[in-house]
């Protein structure tokens, strides 16, 4: 389930279940919707995610560099280790900004605009 919200001027979604080759795709719609908006910040809450695969991190990176595009800064949110250890395993963590909370990630995006 993927839901979509807003805190000021960041669009926030947030993600919960599986990402894996089957189910992939159902990061974009809600991430290319968030970006069309034009944001000043995108925020992909992974907290409630159990499983994520190469298909899922394959889209985080996607997502970044469309966000890059529109001026717009991305982190990513989780604290679990189903997403954070394929993360830091093909390196991605030093190019994805990886928070722990969603209030974290709002607070680094506003400082770093």
């Known amino acids: 389930m993927v839901q979509r919200a807003w805190l000021d001027a960041i669009s926030v979604v947030r993600v919960d279940g599986e990402i894996d080759l089957g189910n992939a795709e159902v990061l974009e719609g809600p991430i290319e919707e968030a970006l069309s908006a034009r944001p000043e910040g995108l925020i992909v809450d992974l907290t409630e995610v159990r499983f994520f695969g190469s298909s899922g991190l ?3 990176v996607d997502a970044a560099e469309r ?45 770093t605009r």
Do not use: H, K, N, Q
Not at 67 to 75: D, N, P
Not at 81 to 103: D, M
């Open 67 to 111: 966000s890059e595009a529109t001026g717009a800064l991305m982190s990513v949110v989780s604290t679990r280790r189903e997403v954070l250890r394929p993360i830091r395993a093909t390196g991605l963590s030093g190019y994805l900004r990886v928070r722990s909370s969603v209030s974290e990630a709002a607070r680094d995006l506003v400082a």
């Open 58 to 60: 394959s889209r985080l």
